[in-house]
């Protein structure tokens, strides 16, 4: 006879951490840990990244949210960059020659801003020196000059035409613009109705000399012309000349300062060039002049001379490192603005706006994986960045045809960044399948483990990360209780006695919380009581479905028993997850068996609820009882397999166990206790392996146990590859301690069986049989039983098949001696 399986000791359900066991008494005795906890494989491999400097050697972080591996990857990275050279800035510059394509300068660190300053001064100095320059007397003096000799030569030829014009009796009048002739008597103009009155001889006379005084002033006017072109040339040299004379001081200070940049050079020519024009069209024109006030006339210095400054570094900083926490295109690769000027949409190379990749240019540029790929255009845009190591401004959808204004081209920028993707697991997979260039473009995988090893020395980091945590964010002073009940917490999440939770976050978040029922309760250090009272008002908040769920079975709307036997019915336990909070509820499940040949029938994969995973293990029920007790005849049943009340999906193989002890049970009529449930995934061997969430399994069992009262019989069996896993609540444990509550590590399903229904499993003998009375010696019994129906069934069928055959034979007979 095999001995029953004997219930779990306390102190195997989970991990505790012995009073006075951690070498402190507060975290005030120990130094604080920067960093990350843990994680040597992520650590070697950030190094390697950011050392290696080849092409393609971008780096992606892998790891669930939570794990520290944004804060630490950031943190590594501006220590290393602080340590190497900064790289230069660039400033975008009007181009004069085409004003649609900027031109782009780069600067040492530091100088950018500083050339910005002189083009401001370099304006300050315009704007004192213009008009002055023209309002001068010398320039005046000369100006007046060259406007008499042009006035003195038309003065000479109108009076010469004057002169004769007066001999011949003509008087002749002129204003700015034109000449014009009337007839004289007595040396008086006439009126119009004067003239009237001469007679025909008169006018002709008149009209000749009209005529001769005409031709005589085309005549001396014939030089015109010339005159103007002489007089425009000479006024346009002294503007020139005085323009030369006043810019050459202002710009010489940066010809001289820049002399040594061929490129700066040649735009100083340039602008020196455009401004020659500038200053002479605003301040020759009179007009011009009188409507361009002193803020306008500083305001189109700047927009068309002042550099716009892309991207600025202290000259000791160091290589950047910059985060976009929201990776657009335009706030990626920057874009071209535009304003509005009387309804019309204008831009500049001034309205040019930098992007995160001018920022990170020359050093790292830290992206979120999922938000990049939300915009396929955006990945692929940066890919071909990486790839031509090339920034180019554009907008992103202009080779679309959705955009039909008028913009800039600016020049693109030597590009030399590390991109560091952070995502999960799945995002990287998938890149790795979907697109071929992704491997060839981030070859550095950062992952970050998701636990790690539990230890001495492992829990005094751990310690010394929290009092990192508690001086950065200003709470009270943490006792070695209190830590020692993180720990436990933290083992929780990771669901293993061995192991802590790499999900640092969540530990962060719950110390923050005991800090507040601190503060509440005006305590002077956290304790483990205000950790366990956080872990509470925790469950609390987000226990309402659990607790409907407990309501609804212990009055009676959930059918599910926690006392007594039955047939064909068992209690198996499920996981429940909604939002960030997942919580343990018992099903009922039940089964009935019937001879047939359509073998067990899974009613959740029938109805479309059943998901694949939870289908295998159903399937593997025929698997393990054709290979166990299906040897000498066929398996000749029909089965229907259902978990009640279930009215979503249902997925997983955590079910098999149950579902094959409640099948044997409605098999052979045998009652299976109704105060114990199982969780376990069978293989087709019979041996139970180990499932997830068993810690919550067994907790949603025992609330339901303990809402209804403990008997002192009730309890759960779980596979024993899962004791490790064990870190229960406290209130668990002290129910076993006091031994109202029971728990069952098996390893077979025949272990199971037997604590279910209290018979021995059986094993076969020296011939090959099931002592009589165990449970295997019921179950060929009455498989062999369901066979031999099945074959007397077939038997007689065969019987009337030969006799309706036999009968057609001989009406055949009959019907040809009738003809006959």
Known sequence: MSEMVQALAPNALAAKIEKGSLPFKTLSELEPLSGILGQERAVEAIQFGVAMHRPGYNIFVM???????????????????????????????????????????????????????????????????????????????????????????????????????????VAMFRDASSVSFAPMRDGKALEEADFATLTDDERDTF???????????????????????????????????????????????????????????????????DLDKVIIDQFVDDKASDNRDES?????????????VAVTHTSDGGQPVIYEPHPTYRNLFGQVEYSSDQGMLVTSYRLIRSGSLHAANGGYLILDAEKLL?????????????????????????????????????????????VVLIGSREIYYLLQDADPDFQEMFRVLVDFDDSLKRDKETELAFARLLKDRVAKEGYADVTAEGVARLIEYSSRLAEHQKEMAAKIGDVFELLGEADFNRDLAKDDVITDVHVQRALAAKKHRTGRVAEKIIEEI???????????????????????????????????????????????????????LGQSIHSKGVLILSGYLGHRYAQEFPLDISASIAMEQSYGYVDGDS????????????????????????????????QVQAIGGVNEKIEGFFNVCHARGLTGSQGVIIPKSNVINLMLSDEVIEAVKADQFHI????????????LTGLEPGELDSNGKYPE???SARILKRLEEISKLGEEEESAEKEKSAEEGKKADNDKEDASAKKG
């Open 63 to 169: 790891g669930g949210a939570g794990t520290g591996r944004s804060s630490y990857v950031t943190s590594y990275l501006k220590s290393e960059a602080k340590r190497k050279q900064t790289p230069s800035e660039w400033v975008y510059v009007n181009n004069f020659k085409d004003t649609r394509s900027p031109k782009a300068i780069e600067f040492q660190p530091g100088q950018a801003k500083v050339f910005e300053q002189d083009i401001r001064t370099l304006i300050d100095g315009l704007m004192g020196t213009f008009p002055a320059a023209f309002e001068h007397p010398n320039y005046q003096q000369q100006k007046g000059a060259i406007d008499r000799a042009f006035n003195d030569q038309y003065e000479a030829a109108i009076n010469l035409v004057e002169r004769h014009a007066s001999k011949i009796g």
């Open 207 to 273: 009209q000749a000399g009209v005529s001769e005084l005409e031709g005589m002033l085309n005549d001396e006017l014939l030089s015109l012309p010339t005159w103007k072109r002489i007089s425009y040339e000479q006024l346009r040299e002294l503007n020139l000349n005085t323009v030369k004379e006043s810019l050459d001081p202002l710009m010489a200070p940066l010809f001289e300062k820049y002399a040594d940049q061929e490129i700066m050079v040649q735009f100083l020519n340039e602008m020196r060039e």
């Open 296 to 308: 306008s006339r500083r305001t189109m210095y700047e927009e068309m001379y002042l550099p716009n």
């Open 374 to 418: 939300t915009d396929h255009y955006l990945w692929e845009a940066l890919k071909r960045a990486l790839k031509s190591k090339t920034l180019k401004i554009e907008h992103p959808y202009a080779d679309m045809g959705l955009m039909s204004t008028t913009t800039l081209s600016p020049e693109d920028l030597p590009l030399q960044v590390k």
């Open 554 to 608: 212990v009055d009676g709307t959930i059918l599910l028993e926690s006392d007594g036997k039955a047939i064909g019915n068992i209690n198996g336990l499920t996981v429940m997850q909604i939002g960030d909070s997942s919580f343990g509820a018992p099903a009922r499940i039940s089964t009935t068996v019937y001879p047939g040949g359509k073998g067990i029938v899974d009613i959740e994969r029938e109805s479309n």
């Open 655 to 686: 079910a098999s166990t149950a579902e094959l002890c409640c099948l044997l049970s409605a098999l052979i009529n045998v009652p299976l206790r109704q105060d114990l449930a199982i969780t376990g995934s069978l293989n087709q061997y019979g």
């Open 744 to 755: 069952y590590a098996v390893e077979k399903a025949d272990e199971a069986l037997h604590l």
């Open 773 to 775: 009375g165990t449970i």
